[in-house]
């Protein structure tokens, strides 16, 4: 066994430890979800059990979340049965594979220190350890991801179609699992597009990529229309995200306006918003056929909601923009983590960010003749950056992009040790 393998070997097992001791000794693995994790759990429960995709306990069908989490858990779920302990640990195994990728990733561009550094980090990086407490769908999306980098970078160094086509296999998994990237879509023809300046092949390779994407979509979007006789190419929460973070009050993320009295902020929005008839909160959220009107329907009452407020407060956007930014890449975020999952002094956490962030800025100076080879790492940013803006800047978007910030960070610590070395050098000869 070569000392790759080794390394590879080392970093899982030392990641998962990590992972697994976190879940096991320092939190509880038993603890039951909270937020969106107790949609996750309901419908894989019922997945399990042989009632599809639906809620309990009328097992009406759903489409507020994208299946490949739920279709994960259920998994779990009929195997082992409904055990969290035991979710959490498939979880750390999922995750403790992200260093994996990191690794393979890095080499392909760099060198193997830098690629081992950046291994490393991802491996002891607080808020990745954090999620896999937590029955969320981020984990698995961050290493989904990665696997569609992967072949991206592969595609780089040596073009294949057959990259194109399972990176467009991963990139749809990722949708199917949070729906953070659609504008990878876009992306992906510029991105080929600037690596080799051949406008004919960057198109056939966007074709082939995306065509991969939208048959692997396929089945789930067509499940839907059976349900709802409406085009719903993922999620039926599209409006309502919308209304709740492009509000005023929102200041750019949903938070804010959750907190408030729902009876209260719903029917005031509802009222405000011309429509003809008022449906109390929960009725909005969590529609169903007994009171004639499926999630759909709601969210399309989102959905005018919000482009009918956004229409009449045009200059509200800006700012809006701008606090979602701040919102998005606050240092000091995971306070909110860490209250969630009932840790008091986050600072650990707070100095990962601040050992991560101003590094990769660092490591993007460094490779900025090298930009090219880095660009498919700024184009999932700058999309999940839009994703943001466009809808809510919660912090759990964050995550999926972090193991590029650690690669870039990784280059810098690189760069400092060498320039270390070679100064040592200096000074002793």
Same mark, same amino acid.
């Given at each position: 066994m070569d000392n790759k393998n080794k390394f590879l070997i080392l970093i899982f097992l030392f990641s998962l430890a990590l992972?697994?001791?976190?879940?096991?000794?320092?939190?509880?693995?038993?603890? #039951? #979800?909270t937020s969106d994790g107790k949609y996750f759990d309901k419908v894989a429960l019922n997945i399990a059990n042989g009632h599809g995709f639906t809620l309990p306990p009328n097992n009406i069908p759903t489409s507020r979340k994208t299946p490949a989490y739920p279709?994960?858990?259920?998994?779990?779920?009929?195997?082992?049965?409904?055990?969290?302990?035991?979710?959490?640990?498939?979880?750390?195994?999922?995750?403790?594979?992200?260093?994996?990728?990191?690794?393979?990733i890095?080499?392909?561009?760099?060198?193997?220190?830098?690629? +081992?550094?950046?291994?490393?980090?991802?491996?002891i990086? #607080? #808020?990745?350890?954090?999620?896999?407490?937590?029955i969320f769908s981020e984990?698995?999306?961050?290493?989904?991801?990665?696997?569609?980098?992967?072949? +991206?970078v592969k595609e780089s160094e040596k073009p294949d179609l057959r990259n194109a086509f399972l990176a467009g296999i991963f990139l749809a998994l990722s949708l199917l699992t949070r729906p953070i990237f659609p504008f +990878?879509?876009?992306?992906?023809?510029?991105?080929?597009?600037?690596?080799?300046?051949?406008?004919?092949?960057?198109?056939?390779?966007?074709?082939?990529?995306?065509?991969?994407?939208l048959i692997v979509i396929l089945p789930w979007t067509w499940r839907n229309y059976q349900i709802y006789k409406k085009f719903v190419p993922l999620t039926t929460t599209v409006g309502l995200t919308l209304w709740l973070s492009n509000d005023p009050s929102s200041r750019g993320a949903s938070r804010p306006q959750w907190a408030m009295p729902r009876r209260v902020t719903f029917k005031k929005q509802f009222e405000n918003s011309g429509e003809n008839s008022y449906l109390e909160s929960e009725d909005l959220l969590f529609s169903t056929p007994e009171i004639g009107r499926d999630e759909k329907e709601s969210d399309d009452i989102f959905l005018r909601m919000s482009l009918k407020k956004i229409k009449e407060q045009p200059s509200i956007l800006i700012k809006l923009i701008s606090l979602k930014l701040i919102a998005f890449w606050d240092g000091f975020y995971i306070w909110a983590v860490c209250d969630t999952v009932n840790i008091k002094k986050p600072i650990f956490v707070i100095i990962s960010f601040a050992l991560a962030v101003p590094f990769a800025i660092a490591g993007a100076y460094i490779t900025r003749k090298r930009w090219k080879d880095v660009s498919i790492f700024y184009f999932l940013i700058l999309s999940v950056n839009i994703t943001g803006i466009i809808f809510h800047a919660d912090y759990r978007l964050r995550l999926a992009v972090m193991p590029y910030f650690m690669i870039l960070?990784?280059?810098?610590?690189?760069w400092i040790i060498i320039n270390i070395s070679n100064r040592i050098k200096e000074i002793t000869l």
């Open positions: 992972r697994l001791t976190y879940n096991f000794f320092l939190a509880d693995p038993d603890t #039951p #979800p279709f994960f858990l259920a998994i779990i779920y009929k195997i082992f049965g409904h055990s969290y302990s035991i979710a959490r640990f498939f979880q750390s195994i999922v995750d403790a594979l992200i260093p994996i990728f990191v690794y393979l890095t080499i392909e561009i760099f060198d193997n220190k830098t690629a +081992m550094i950046a291994a490393v980090l991802s491996a990086d #607080p #808020p990745l350890i954090i999620f896999t407490s937590q984990s698995l999306l961050t290493f989904i991801t990665l696997i569609f980098t992967y072949f +991206m +990878m879509f876009i992306f992906v023809f510029i991105w080929k597009i600037v690596m080799i300046k051949d406008f004919k092949k960057s198109i056939i390779f966007g074709t082939v990529l995306v065509t991969t994407s960070a990784a280059v810098t610590y690189n």
